[in-house]
């Protein structure tokens, strides 16, 4: 198992074992166990994305809230596109593709 930890309740396990979850919509040869998404407004897919482009910039579709409505005199739960930037540290991804070593101990 992988884990691709991008902050506190925000991550992707990923398995090679095609029953552990679905399959990654970037990695074809792995498939997604768990994932969490806390704080971050999109789906795995896009969190996925995020990850393999060097990302921190995402748009998602939202309805707009009541308050939200009032305050900006917009339609109420109409639909807009949102930009949104996750708030991690910049995102560098390593897949250590080498033989796992074994401990002297």
């Known amino acids: ?10 991550y992707l396990l990923y398995s090679k074992t ?4 679905f399959k990654s919509f970037v990695r074809p040869d792995r498939y997604v166990a768990k994932y969490a998404t806390h704080g971050f407004q999109g789906g795995p ?5 995020l ?3 060097n990302r921190r910039k995402y748009s998602v579709e939202k309805p707009n809230t009541l308050r939200m409505s009032i ?4 339609t109420p739960n109409k639909f ?3 930009d949104l930037v996750l708030r991690v540290a910049p995102i560098k991804v390593h897949f250590d593709h ?8």
């Open 1 to 10: 198992m992988e884990l691709c930890l991008l902050r506190n309740k925000c």
């Open 18 to 21: 095609p029953g552990d979850g």
């Open 45 to 49: 897919k896009v969190l996925e994305e």
């Open 51 to 53: 990850v393999m482009h």
């Open 71 to 74: 305050r900006q005199d917009k």
């Open 80 to 82: 807009e596109r949102r």
């Open 98 to 105: 080498s033989k796992k070593r074994k401990s002297n101990g």
